[in-house]
């Protein structure tokens, strides 16, 4: 089967599948993914872009390691995701709306998960956003557009 064809029987498969709501996902089944070759290259280079401030671009990566897997063990991939989106929302579209949904949906799925995941300090990332969303809501619109973007955090592995 060519890979176009491949690529669309999976997006039917996804699309018959019923996601499950973040509250249906319970802590205890949430285990370390297992890398692929192909992990590792999309999530090292998916770190980089984002530390680079490339959010959309490391949201393409890691979205492709997120294809790969199950439900429950790519929630930790949707939390980077919007995350990232949330940061791209921020520093390059200026939607102010757009970074705060998303905020809102990378910390719920990121709660899940400890501290560390994957060499991710994921209570650093946690508390980032939270630090971010304080910081722009006592903001006027004007201040909000000039934000600092070199204030957003770089993930770091352990």
Not at 63 to 89: C, M, N, P, T, V
């Amino acid at each position: 089967m060519p890979d176009k064809h491949k690529k669309y029987v999976f997006s039917i498969q996804n699309m018959l599948t019923r996601k499950k709501k973040v509250n249906e996902i319970h802590r205890s089944s949430l285990k370390e993914i297992v890398f692929t070759k192909e992990d590792e290259v999309d999530f090292g280079a998916g770190i980089h872009l984002f530390n680079e401030q490339h959010f959309w671009h490391a949201h393409e990566c890691w979205e492709k390691i997120w294809q790969r897997h199950s439900e429950d063990e790519r929630i930790f991939f949707q939390g980077i995701i919007q995350l990232a989106a949330a940061y791209h929302h921020l520093a390059t579209k200026k939607s102010f709306l757009g970074m705060m949904n998303n905020f809102e949906k990378a910390k719920t799925k990121l709660e899940l998960f400890p501290k560390i995941y994957l060499g991710i300090n994921v209570a650093f990332l946690l508390e980032k956003i939270d630090e971010v969303k304080i910081e722009l809501l006592a903001l006027t619109e004007q201040q909000w557009s000039e934000f600092d973007v070199s204030k957003l955090p770089q993930i770091t592995l352990k």
